[in-house]
């Protein structure tokens, strides 16, 4: 897994992208409401299918992790 791209769009947008090691791309996109990741699959002619989306605003977020530290 490695970091290969950071931009940061605004003081309230970012964008990360992460190669996690098995030619899967996670795009990690933080705003000024809330974190969306997606995932895409291996580069084929310059073209990567996107796999899926999860996202919540900051609030959710920390209801969650609240939730699954308890549990």
Same mark, same amino acid.
């Given at each position: 897994m490695s970091i290969i791209y950071t931009e940061t769009? @605004?003081?309230?947008? @970012?964008?990360?992208d992460i190669d996690i090691g098995d030619g899967r791309t996670?795009?990690?996109?933080i705003t000024g409401e809330g974190i969306i990741m997606d995932v895409y699959g291996s580069k084929a002619d310059t073209h990567q299918p996107h796999l899926g989306t999860a996202g919540m605003m900051f609030d959710e977020w920390a209801e969650w992790i609240i939730r699954e530290d308890i549990a």
């Open positions: 769009l @605004s003081d309230a947008e @970012s964008r990360t996670l795009t990690v996109n």
